[in-house]
C-alpha cells in the first residue's frame, strides 16, 4: 500500500457518520496513531458498518478464525469496533469516529488523548460537526417545560424514549470529561448519557458504563435538566442512545453556538417566547439558556432571539414569573425524525454527498 496506512484509515472515516475530516496540522493521524497500531488499521479498514461474524471476516482476509476472533474482540475491548454479542453468536463492525472511537475511549481517555481531541475539534471537527449535526442529534425540551395542551409526540418525550426501551446503561458524558482533564471542567454532572438496547450491552460488555433501570433513568434526566442539561437523543424515533450536553463542553451544542444562528442547525421541533409584560427581570434565563438566545433590552425585560433557541425548554423551567413559555414549531417546520438509526446513517450519508 503506496498511501501511509494512517491516512487510509482516516479518508475511510472520513464516509462514516459526521466524517473525519483531514487537518493541515495532521492532528488526527496523531489521534489515529494513538488509538491503533498498525495491525488494528488494517483489520478495521477490512470492515464495514454491516456487522459481520469472525468466520466471514477471516474467510474473506484468508486467515485462521481464531486469530482473527481474537484480534477482533482485543479491538473491540479497547473501543476500536462495535460488538453485536447476541445468544451464541457475536458479530463485529467498523464504528465512525463520533459517535464511536471517541465515545468509546471514555475508560482510556487521558491527558495526551484529551489534548488531541480538543486540538482536533477547533482544527476543523467543528465544521464536519455542523454539516450534520441536525441529523446525529436533535434537541427536545424538558418534560416540565410543555404546556399540558400541547400533545407532545412519543420521540420528543424523553421519559417516553426511556420507558419505551428495553435495556439502559448510563456512562460518563466523553464531552465533560475531556474538558475536565485539560482544566475546563464546567461543573455539570457528569454520569449523564444513556445508551439503549444493543449499544447499552456493548457498554455494559465493555465495562464503560453501569445498568439502570427506568425509575433510576427518568431520576438521572430531571438532575441533569435541573443542572441545566440539554438532552439530545440521535435522530431517529428508536435511538441507540440520548446524550444530555451543555453549551460549555459538548461537541455538538459548541460547535453551533459559534454560529450567529445554531437553530437552523438544530433538529428541534419547538421554541420558546417571552411574555413581556409578566418578566420580572430577574435575568435567571440569560444565564440558564446554553446557546445566549436570550438578553435583556434596555428596560431589562428578557428578550427571545429565535435564530439562536433551540427548544431546549431549560428557561422556562426556572422562570419565577411563569413569563417564558415553549411552543411547537407550525406543520410546515414541524419534523419527524427517520425511524431507525439505520435510516439516520443513511440520511447523514446522502446529505454529505456519500452513497454506499
Known amino acids: 500500500m503506496n498511501e501511509d496506512i494512517f491516512r487510509t484509515l482516516q479518508k475511510r472515516l472520513d464516509t462514516y457518520s459526521l466524517g473525519f475530516p483531514q487537518t493541515?496540522?495532521?492532528?488526527?493521524?496523531?489521534?489515529?496513531?494513538?488509538?491503533?497500531?498498525?495491525?488494528d488499521a488494517e483489520l478495521f479498514l477490512a470492515l464495514t458498518p454491516l456487522l459481520e461474524p469472525p468466520q466471514a471476516i477471516a474467510g474473506r482476509l484468508g486467515m485462521p478464525v481464531a486469530d482473527i476472533s481474537a484480534r477482533l474482540e482485543d479491538m473491540a475491548n479497547r473501543g476500536l469496533l462495535f460488538r453485536l454479542k447476541k445468544y451464541d453468536s457475536v458479530k463485529y463492525g467498523a464504528v465512525p469516529f463520533m459517535h464511536g472511537l471517541l465515545e468509546f475511549q471514555i475508560k482510556r481517555l487521558d491527558k495526551e488523548m484529551a489534548e488531541l481531541f480538543e486540538r482536533y475539534y477547533h482544527e476543523g471537527f467543528y465544521k464536519a460537526i455542523v454539516g450534520s449535526s441536525?441529523?446525529?442529534?436533535?434537541?427536545?425540551?424538558?418534560?416540565?417545560?410543555?404546556?399540558?395542551?400541547?400533545q407532545v409526540a412519543p420521540f420528543d418525550d424523553a421519559c417516553e424514549i426511556l420507558r419505551n426501551t428495553t435495556l439502559i446503561a448510563v456512562a460518563?458524558?466523553?464531552?465533560?470529561?475531556?474538558?475536565?482533564?485539560?482544566?475546563?471542567?464546567?461543573?455539570?454532572?457528569?454520569?449523564?448519557?444513556?445508551?439503549?438496547?444493543?449499544?447499552?450491552?456493548?457498554?455494559?460488555?465493555?465495562?464503560?458504563?453501569?445498568?439502570?433501570?427506568?425509575?433510576?433513568?427518568?431520576?438521572?434526566?430531571?438532575?441533569?435538566q435541573d443542572a441545566g442539561l440539554v438532552t439530545q437523543p440521535a435522530t431517529s424515533q428508536n435511538p441507540s442512545g440520548m446524550c444530555n450536553c451543555c453549551?460549555?463542553?459538548?461537541?455538538?451544542?459548541?460547535?453551533?453556538?459559534?454560529?450567529?444562528?445554531?437553530?437552523?442547525y438544530i433538529f428541534s421541533n419547538h421554541y420558546a417566547v417571552v411574555d413581556?409584560?409578566?418578566?420580572?427581570?430577574?435575568?435567571?434565563?440569560?444565564?440558564?439558556?446554553?446557546?445566549?438566545?436570550?438578553q435583556m433590552d434596555d428596560d431589562e425585560i428578557a428578550c427571545m432571539d429565535l435564530?439562536?433557541?433551540?427548544?431546549?425548554?431549560?428557561?422556562?423551567?426556572?422562570c419565577?414569573?411563569?413569563?417564558?413559555?415553549?411552543?411547537?414549531?407550525?406543520?410546515?417546520?414541524?419534523?419527524?425524525?427517520?425511524?431507525?438509526?439505520?435510516?439516520?446513517m443513511m440520511l447523514m450519508a446522502h446529505k454529505r454527498g456519500i452513497e454506499f
Do not use: W
Open 24 to 39: 493541515q496540522s495532521g492532528v488526527e493521524i496523531e489521534i489515529l496513531r494513538k488509538l491503533f497500531t498498525k495491525e
Open 172 to 224: 460518563q458524558c466523553i464531552c465533560r470529561k475531556e474538558k475536565g482533564m485539560i482544566g475546563n471542567a464546567c461543573g455539570r454532572p457528569v454520569e449523564v448519557c444513556f445508551m439503549f438496547g444493543s449499544m447499552a450491552q456493548y457498554y455494559l460488555d465493555n465495562k464503560m458504563g453501569r445498568k439502570v433501570d427506568t425509575d433510576e433513568a427518568i431520576s438521572i434526566l430531571k438532575d441533569a
Open 134 to 150: 441536525d441529523i446525529f442529534l436533535r434537541t427536545i425540551p424538558v418534560n416540565q417545560s410543555i404546556d399540558v395542551r400541547t
Open 307 to 318: 435564530d439562536r433557541c433551540i427548544g431546549c425548554g431549560l428557561c422556562v423551567t426556572t
Open 320 to 344: 419565577p414569573a411563569q413569563a417564558i413559555s415553549l411552543f411547537r414549531k407550525s406543520d410546515k417546520c414541524y419534523r419527524t425524525p427517520p425511524v431507525t438509526s439505520a435510516e439516520q
Open 247 to 264: 453549551g460549555d463542553c459538548c461537541g455538538i451544542l459548541t460547535a453551533v453556538k459559534k454560529f450567529p444562528e445554531p437553530a437552523k
Open 276 to 294: 413581556a409584560d409578566a418578566c420580572s427581570s430577574c435575568g435567571i434565563c440569560t444565564d440558564r439558556c446554553p446557546m445566549g438566545a436570550v
